[in-house]
Protein backbone atom coordinates (compact mmCIF):
# COMPACT_ATOMS: atom_id res chain seq x y z
CA UNK A 1 0.00 0.00 0.00
CA UNK A 2 2.44 2.58 0.91
CA UNK A 3 4.82 1.47 -2.33
CA UNK A 4 1.47 1.51 -4.99
CA UNK A 5 -0.81 4.05 -5.07
CA UNK A 6 -3.89 2.07 -5.39
CA UNK A 7 -6.26 4.29 -5.39
CA UNK A 8 -6.40 7.35 -7.57
CA UNK A 9 -8.07 10.35 -5.76
CA UNK A 10 -8.85 13.58 -6.12
CA UNK A 11 -7.56 14.42 -2.28
CA UNK A 12 -4.20 14.48 -0.94
CA UNK A 13 -3.15 11.23 0.42
CA UNK A 14 -5.01 8.31 2.56
CA UNK A 15 -5.84 8.70 5.99
CA UNK A 16 -6.28 5.65 7.42
CA UNK A 17 -7.68 5.20 10.88
CA UNK A 18 -7.90 1.61 12.18
CA UNK A 19 -11.26 1.21 14.17
CA UNK A 20 -10.07 -2.11 15.49
CA UNK A 21 -7.01 -0.43 17.22
CA UNK A 22 -9.86 2.24 18.93
CA UNK A 23 -11.66 -0.64 20.08
CA UNK A 24 -8.61 -2.83 21.20
CA UNK A 25 -7.29 0.08 23.20
CA UNK A 26 -11.20 0.53 24.96
CA UNK A 27 -10.39 -3.05 25.63
CA UNK A 28 -6.99 -2.34 27.46
CA UNK A 29 -8.02 0.35 28.95
CA UNK A 30 -10.94 -2.07 30.46
CA UNK A 31 -8.74 -4.26 31.99
CA UNK A 32 -6.15 -2.16 33.06
CA UNK A 33 -8.64 -0.63 35.73
CA UNK A 34 -10.96 -4.05 36.36
CA UNK A 35 -14.32 -4.59 35.84
CA UNK A 36 -15.82 -2.51 38.63
CA UNK A 37 -14.73 1.09 36.39
CA UNK A 38 -16.52 2.35 33.83
CA UNK A 39 -14.41 3.37 30.50
CA UNK A 40 -16.02 5.53 29.14
CA UNK A 41 -14.98 7.79 25.60
CA UNK A 42 -14.58 10.89 25.49
CA UNK A 43 -15.32 11.85 21.38
CA UNK A 44 -15.37 15.41 21.19
CA UNK A 45 -13.71 17.21 18.53
CA UNK A 46 -15.00 14.94 15.94
CA UNK A 47 -13.52 12.03 18.22
CA UNK A 48 -10.11 14.12 17.95
CA UNK A 49 -10.47 14.44 14.99
CA UNK A 50 -11.03 10.97 13.65
CA UNK A 51 -14.95 10.78 13.30
CA UNK A 52 -17.51 10.80 16.18
CA UNK A 53 -19.66 8.89 14.04
CA UNK A 54 -17.56 6.14 13.37
CA UNK A 55 -15.93 5.74 16.45
CA UNK A 56 -19.00 5.90 18.86
CA UNK A 57 -21.11 2.92 16.94
CA UNK A 58 -17.82 0.65 17.64
CA UNK A 59 -17.35 1.57 21.30
CA UNK A 60 -20.87 0.84 22.20
CA UNK A 61 -20.44 -2.47 20.43
CA UNK A 62 -17.62 -3.24 22.40
CA UNK A 63 -19.46 -2.26 25.84
CA UNK A 64 -18.85 1.43 26.18
CA UNK A 65 -22.28 2.89 27.86
CA UNK A 66 -20.80 6.78 28.42
CA UNK A 67 -19.88 9.05 26.04
CA UNK A 68 -18.59 12.57 26.31
CA UNK A 69 -18.65 15.70 24.01
CA UNK A 70 -17.24 19.48 24.37
CA UNK A 71 -20.38 21.16 23.12
CA UNK A 72 -24.04 20.73 22.60
CA UNK A 73 -24.10 21.24 19.22
CA UNK A 74 -21.33 18.24 18.17
CA UNK A 75 -23.38 16.12 21.09
CA UNK A 76 -26.61 16.70 18.89
CA UNK A 77 -24.81 15.91 15.60
CA UNK A 78 -23.34 12.18 16.97
CA UNK A 79 -26.45 11.56 19.16
CA UNK A 80 -28.67 9.66 16.60
CA UNK A 81 -25.71 7.42 16.27
CA UNK A 82 -25.73 6.41 19.92
CA UNK A 83 -27.95 4.07 21.13
CA UNK A 84 -30.21 5.61 23.69
CA UNK A 85 -28.60 3.31 26.18
CA UNK A 86 -25.85 5.11 26.12
CA UNK A 87 -25.45 8.23 28.11
CA UNK A 88 -24.04 11.42 26.25
CA UNK A 89 -22.32 14.03 28.19
CA UNK A 90 -21.81 17.51 27.05
CA UNK A 91 -18.48 19.03 29.12
CA UNK A 92 -19.57 22.93 28.32
CA UNK A 93 -22.71 22.46 30.00
CA UNK A 94 -26.02 24.42 28.92
CA UNK A 95 -26.06 27.46 26.39
CA UNK A 96 -28.29 30.29 28.16
CA UNK A 97 -31.36 28.58 27.52
CA UNK A 98 -31.35 25.43 26.08
CA UNK A 99 -31.96 23.23 28.69
CA UNK A 100 -34.97 21.91 26.42
CA UNK A 101 -32.37 20.20 23.48
CA UNK A 102 -30.83 18.11 26.49
CA UNK A 103 -34.17 16.61 26.78
CA UNK A 104 -34.74 16.67 22.95
CA UNK A 105 -31.46 14.38 22.64
CA UNK A 106 -30.89 12.76 25.98
CA UNK A 107 -28.16 14.64 26.42
CA UNK A 108 -26.52 15.21 30.15
CA UNK A 109 -24.72 18.62 30.84
CA UNK A 110 -21.83 19.09 33.31
CA UNK A 111 -22.34 21.90 35.04
CA UNK A 112 -19.13 23.80 36.04
CA UNK A 113 -20.72 26.89 37.52
CA UNK A 114 -22.75 27.63 40.74
CA UNK A 115 -25.05 29.89 39.31
CA UNK A 116 -25.46 26.96 36.54
CA UNK A 117 -26.33 24.43 38.76
CA UNK A 118 -28.95 26.56 40.16
CA UNK A 119 -30.79 27.21 36.19
CA UNK A 120 -30.49 23.43 36.19
CA UNK A 121 -32.16 22.88 39.34
CA UNK A 122 -34.91 25.61 38.17
CA UNK A 123 -35.14 23.86 35.00
CA UNK A 124 -36.30 20.82 36.08
CA UNK A 125 -38.26 22.09 39.00
CA UNK A 126 -40.35 23.47 36.33
CA UNK A 127 -42.16 20.45 35.03
CA UNK A 128 -41.91 16.08 35.75
CA UNK A 129 -40.83 16.27 32.41
CA UNK A 130 -37.62 17.86 32.83
CA UNK A 131 -36.55 14.67 34.36
CA UNK A 132 -32.79 14.79 32.96
CA UNK A 133 -29.64 14.44 35.46
CA UNK A 134 -26.72 16.16 35.29
CA UNK A 135 -22.91 15.96 35.94
CA UNK A 136 -21.28 18.22 38.23
CA UNK A 137 -17.56 19.33 37.56
CA UNK A 138 -15.28 21.08 40.50
CA UNK A 139 -12.06 22.53 40.26
CA UNK A 140 -8.84 20.40 42.12
CA UNK A 141 -6.33 22.52 41.03
CA UNK A 142 -6.70 22.60 37.18
CA UNK A 143 -8.53 26.30 37.19
CA UNK A 144 -9.90 25.79 34.09
CA UNK A 145 -14.05 24.28 34.47
CA UNK A 146 -15.51 23.59 37.94
CA UNK A 147 -16.69 25.50 40.84
CA UNK A 148 -14.44 25.98 43.73
CA UNK A 149 -13.95 23.00 45.87
CA UNK A 150 -15.16 25.31 48.75
CA UNK A 151 -18.58 26.23 46.72
CA UNK A 152 -19.34 22.45 46.16
CA UNK A 153 -19.07 21.95 49.73
CA UNK A 154 -21.35 24.77 50.65
CA UNK A 155 -23.79 23.35 48.16
CA UNK A 156 -23.71 19.83 49.73
CA UNK A 157 -24.38 21.80 53.09
CA UNK A 158 -27.29 23.72 51.88
CA UNK A 159 -28.57 20.16 50.05
CA UNK A 160 -31.86 21.61 48.47
CA UNK A 161 -30.24 23.44 45.48
CA UNK A 162 -27.90 19.84 44.28
CA UNK A 163 -31.18 18.07 45.11
CA UNK A 164 -33.06 19.43 42.51
CA UNK A 165 -30.39 19.54 40.36
CA UNK A 166 -30.10 15.79 40.08
CA UNK A 167 -26.57 15.08 39.89
CA UNK A 168 -25.68 11.40 38.83
CA UNK A 169 -21.65 11.98 38.77
CA UNK A 170 -18.70 14.07 40.43
CA UNK A 171 -15.97 14.87 38.63
CA UNK A 172 -12.94 17.18 38.36
CA UNK A 173 -9.71 16.86 35.91
CA UNK A 174 -6.00 16.23 35.91
CA UNK A 175 -3.80 19.01 34.87
CA UNK A 176 -0.83 17.14 35.29
CA UNK A 177 -1.89 13.67 34.22
CA UNK A 178 1.20 12.54 31.31
CA UNK A 179 3.58 13.70 33.85
CA UNK A 180 3.20 10.39 36.71
CA UNK A 181 5.71 12.13 39.03
CA UNK A 182 4.26 15.61 39.03
CA UNK A 183 3.25 16.55 42.68
CA UNK A 184 0.35 18.10 41.43
CA UNK A 185 -1.31 14.41 40.27
CA UNK A 186 -1.54 13.67 44.32
CA UNK A 187 -2.68 17.01 45.70
CA UNK A 188 -5.37 16.97 43.18
CA UNK A 189 -6.13 13.53 44.33
CA UNK A 190 -6.15 14.42 47.48
CA UNK A 191 -8.81 17.38 47.43
CA UNK A 192 -10.91 15.22 44.95
CA UNK A 193 -10.63 12.50 48.01
CA UNK A 194 -11.74 15.05 50.43
CA UNK A 195 -14.96 16.91 48.87
CA UNK A 196 -16.03 13.77 46.72
CA UNK A 197 -16.19 12.02 50.96
CA UNK A 198 -18.82 14.83 51.51
CA UNK A 199 -20.72 14.78 47.95
CA UNK A 200 -21.06 10.95 49.03
CA UNK A 201 -22.93 11.33 51.77
CA UNK A 202 -25.65 13.32 50.04
CA UNK A 203 -25.83 11.16 46.69
CA UNK A 204 -24.37 7.58 47.84
CA UNK A 205 -25.16 6.23 44.04
CA UNK A 206 -23.17 9.21 42.10
CA UNK A 207 -20.41 8.12 40.18
CA UNK A 208 -16.90 9.74 40.99
CA UNK A 209 -14.57 10.40 37.99
CA UNK A 210 -10.74 11.69 37.99
CA UNK A 211 -8.87 10.14 35.03
CA UNK A 212 -8.39 11.23 31.62
CA UNK A 213 -5.83 8.66 29.74
CA UNK A 214 -2.89 9.74 32.07
CA UNK A 215 -4.77 9.27 34.92
CA UNK A 216 -5.45 5.49 34.25
CA UNK A 217 -1.67 4.97 34.20
CA UNK A 218 -1.15 6.16 37.89
CA UNK A 219 -2.74 3.90 39.82
CA UNK A 220 -5.79 2.82 41.18
CA UNK A 221 -6.93 5.53 43.12
CA UNK A 222 -7.39 7.41 40.63
CA UNK A 223 -9.96 5.21 38.71
CA UNK A 224 -12.43 6.07 41.05
CA UNK A 225 -16.03 4.82 39.72
CA UNK A 226 -15.42 6.00 35.80
CA UNK A 227 -12.65 6.86 33.65
CA UNK A 228 -12.60 9.18 31.13
CA UNK A 229 -10.21 8.42 28.20
CA UNK A 230 -9.79 10.47 25.02
CA UNK A 231 -6.36 10.05 23.75
CA UNK A 232 -5.43 6.65 24.76
CA UNK A 233 -8.31 5.51 22.65
CA UNK A 234 -6.87 7.13 19.55
CA UNK A 235 -3.25 5.88 19.76
CA UNK A 236 -1.54 8.57 21.84
CA UNK A 237 0.44 6.73 24.42
CA UNK A 238 -0.44 8.80 27.69
CA UNK A 239 2.78 9.00 28.78
CA UNK A 240 6.51 9.91 27.71
CA UNK A 241 9.28 7.05 26.96
CA UNK A 242 6.44 4.21 28.54
CA UNK A 243 6.15 0.76 27.07
CA UNK A 244 3.00 1.28 26.51
CA UNK A 245 0.45 -1.22 25.57
CA UNK A 246 -1.86 1.12 23.41
CA UNK A 247 -1.82 0.44 19.78
CA UNK A 248 -1.70 3.08 16.72
CA UNK A 249 -4.62 4.39 15.50
CA UNK A 250 -3.86 6.46 12.55
CA UNK A 251 -1.40 5.95 9.55
CA UNK A 252 -1.20 9.21 6.94
CA UNK A 253 0.39 8.48 3.31
CA UNK A 254 1.33 11.29 0.81
CA UNK A 255 1.08 10.95 -2.96
CA UNK A 256 4.27 11.66 -4.62
CA UNK A 257 3.77 14.21 -7.45
CA UNK A 258 6.94 14.96 -8.99
CA UNK A 259 10.60 13.68 -8.63
CA UNK A 260 13.37 15.91 -9.54
CA UNK A 261 16.56 14.89 -9.78
CA UNK A 262 19.16 17.38 -8.79
CA UNK A 263 22.35 18.35 -11.18
CA UNK A 264 24.38 20.81 -9.67
CA UNK A 265 23.60 22.60 -5.93
CA UNK A 266 20.06 24.72 -5.60
CA UNK A 267 18.25 25.85 -2.50
CA UNK A 268 15.13 24.01 -2.13
CA UNK A 269 11.76 26.20 -0.29
CA UNK A 270 10.17 28.99 0.42
CA UNK A 271 13.15 31.20 2.54
CA UNK A 272 15.76 29.33 0.52
CA UNK A 273 16.42 27.43 4.33
CA UNK A 274 17.74 24.13 2.52
CA UNK A 275 20.00 22.81 -0.37
CA UNK A 276 20.56 19.72 -2.51
CA UNK A 277 23.53 18.64 -4.47
CA UNK A 278 24.15 17.09 -7.46
CA UNK A 279 23.19 13.37 -7.21
CA UNK A 280 20.03 14.06 -4.84
CA UNK A 281 16.32 12.87 -5.57
CA UNK A 282 13.62 14.77 -4.17
CA UNK A 283 9.84 14.01 -3.72
CA UNK A 284 7.40 16.59 -3.68
CA UNK A 285 4.74 15.16 -1.85
CA UNK A 286 1.09 16.20 -1.89
CA UNK A 287 0.03 17.84 1.25
CA UNK A 288 1.12 20.73 3.34
CA UNK A 289 0.64 22.99 6.81
CA UNK A 290 -2.93 23.63 5.79
CA UNK A 291 -3.02 19.60 6.10
CA UNK A 292 -1.85 19.86 9.74
CA UNK A 293 1.69 18.93 8.63
CA UNK A 294 3.43 21.63 10.28
CA UNK A 295 3.15 20.05 13.30
CA UNK A 296 4.33 16.83 12.16
CA UNK A 297 7.12 17.33 10.06
CA UNK A 298 8.08 20.87 11.05
CA UNK A 299 11.54 19.78 12.74
CA UNK A 300 13.81 17.12 11.48
CA UNK A 301 10.51 15.76 9.57
CA UNK A 302 11.09 12.34 7.97
CA UNK A 303 8.66 9.93 5.73
CA UNK A 304 9.68 6.37 4.82
CA UNK A 305 9.20 6.03 0.90
CA UNK A 306 9.43 1.78 -0.27
CA UNK A 307 10.71 1.11 3.23
CA UNK A 308 13.62 3.28 3.74
CA UNK A 309 13.39 6.43 6.09
CA UNK A 310 13.34 10.06 3.74
CA UNK A 311 13.50 13.34 5.41
CA UNK A 312 11.92 16.70 4.71
CA UNK A 313 13.92 19.18 3.11
CA UNK A 314 13.35 22.75 3.56
CA UNK A 315 10.23 24.76 5.00
CA UNK A 316 6.74 22.99 4.52
CA UNK A 317 4.81 24.48 1.88
CA UNK A 318 0.69 25.35 2.52
CA UNK A 319 0.31 22.39 -0.21
CA UNK A 320 3.36 20.24 -0.49
CA UNK A 321 6.05 19.01 0.93
CA UNK A 322 9.86 18.12 -0.34
CA UNK A 323 11.49 14.70 0.75
CA UNK A 324 15.08 13.40 0.03
CA UNK A 325 14.01 10.05 -1.52
CA UNK A 326 17.75 9.75 -2.74
CA UNK A 327 18.41 6.94 -0.47
CA UNK A 328 14.90 4.67 -1.85
CA UNK A 329 16.10 2.20 -4.05
CA UNK A 330 16.24 2.23 -7.91
CA UNK A 331 14.63 5.89 -6.96
CA UNK A 332 15.88 6.83 -10.44
CA UNK A 333 13.42 4.68 -12.54
CA UNK A 334 10.94 6.28 -11.96
CA UNK A 335 12.05 9.72 -13.24
CA UNK A 336 11.07 9.26 -16.85
CA UNK A 337 7.58 8.96 -15.72
CA UNK A 338 4.80 11.07 -16.08
CA UNK A 339 3.19 12.86 -12.97
CA UNK A 340 -0.29 11.35 -13.02
CA UNK A 341 1.29 7.79 -13.24
CA UNK A 342 4.23 7.94 -10.40
CA UNK A 343 3.19 5.25 -8.18
CA UNK A 344 4.97 6.30 -5.23
CA UNK A 345 3.61 7.67 -1.79
CA UNK A 346 5.30 8.65 1.51
CA UNK A 347 3.80 7.80 4.47
CA UNK A 348 4.62 10.54 6.67
CA UNK A 349 2.33 8.69 10.07
CA UNK A 350 2.67 4.90 10.37
CA UNK A 351 3.63 2.10 13.19
CA UNK A 352 7.21 3.47 13.70
CA UNK A 353 6.17 7.06 12.68
CA UNK A 354 4.08 7.22 15.60
CA UNK A 355 1.96 9.89 16.77
CA UNK A 356 3.81 10.24 20.52
CA UNK A 357 7.11 9.63 18.35
CA UNK A 358 6.75 12.41 16.12
CA UNK A 359 5.24 14.77 18.89
CA UNK A 360 8.22 14.12 21.08
CA UNK A 361 10.51 15.29 18.54
CA UNK A 362 8.68 18.08 17.45
CA UNK A 363 7.94 19.32 21.04
CA UNK A 364 4.15 19.22 19.95
CA UNK A 365 1.10 17.63 21.45
CA UNK A 366 0.10 14.36 20.01
CA UNK A 367 -3.39 16.09 20.73
CA UNK A 368 -2.46 18.79 18.45
CA UNK A 369 -1.08 16.40 15.67
CA UNK A 370 -3.98 14.61 15.57
CA UNK A 371 -6.70 17.13 15.51
CA UNK A 372 -4.42 18.57 12.79
CA UNK A 373 -4.76 15.93 10.74
CA UNK A 374 -8.32 16.58 10.54
CA UNK A 375 -8.44 19.06 8.47
CA UNK A 376 -6.27 17.89 5.97
CA UNK A 377 -7.36 17.16 2.25
CA UNK A 378 -6.80 13.53 2.63
CA UNK A 379 -9.35 10.51 1.90
CA UNK A 380 -10.07 8.47 4.63
CA UNK A 381 -10.05 4.81 5.08
CA UNK A 382 -11.65 2.96 8.01
CA UNK A 383 -10.29 -0.28 9.16
CA UNK A 384 -12.83 -2.66 11.03
CA UNK A 385 -12.99 -6.32 11.03
CA UNK A 386 -16.89 -5.63 10.61
CA UNK A 387 -15.92 -4.14 6.90
CA UNK A 388 -13.32 -1.93 5.17
CA UNK A 389 -14.67 1.17 4.09
CA UNK A 390 -13.98 5.02 2.27
CA UNK A 391 -16.00 7.70 4.06
CA UNK A 392 -15.99 10.84 5.15
CA UNK A 393 -16.47 11.18 8.73
CA UNK A 394 -19.00 13.87 10.28
C1 LIG B 1 -10.62 16.08 26.85
C2 LIG B 1 -11.00 15.65 28.20
C3 LIG B 1 -10.75 14.33 28.62
C4 LIG B 1 -9.96 13.34 27.81
O1 LIG B 1 -8.59 13.61 28.00
P1 LIG B 1 -7.43 12.72 27.32
O2 LIG B 1 -6.20 13.29 27.88
O3 LIG B 1 -7.55 12.92 25.86
O4 LIG B 1 -7.67 11.31 27.72
C5 LIG B 1 -11.24 13.94 29.86
N1 LIG B 1 -11.91 14.82 30.65
C6 LIG B 1 -12.12 16.10 30.29
C7 LIG B 1 -12.85 17.01 31.22
C8 LIG B 1 -11.67 16.56 29.06
O5 LIG B 1 -11.87 17.84 28.72
Redesign the pocket.
Known sequence: MPFLKHIMSLTMGMLTVSLDAIVANWRTLQSQVGKSVAVSA?I?ANA?GLGALRVAPILYDAGCRHF?F?TLAEAIAARPSIPLQARCYV?HGVPKNEEALFAEHYLIP?LSSVAAIEQWANWRNKSAENALPCVI?FDTGMTR?GVSASELESLCREGSCLVKANPVML?S?LAC??EAQHPQNAVQLKVFQKVSNVFRELFPNAKLSLA????IFLGREYHQNLV???????G?H?TVNMNSPIRAVVSLALEVIQLRAISQSVSVGYGATAQANAGQVLAVASGGYADGLHRLLSVKGEGVCCGVRVPVVGRISMDATTFDVTSVPNIKDYLHQSVVELPLMIEVVNDALNLSFISNRNGNLG?EVLTSLASGRYERRYISSSGEGNGSAE
Do not use: E, I, Q, T
Open positions: VKYFAFVKLMHSDNSGGRPGAALYLPY
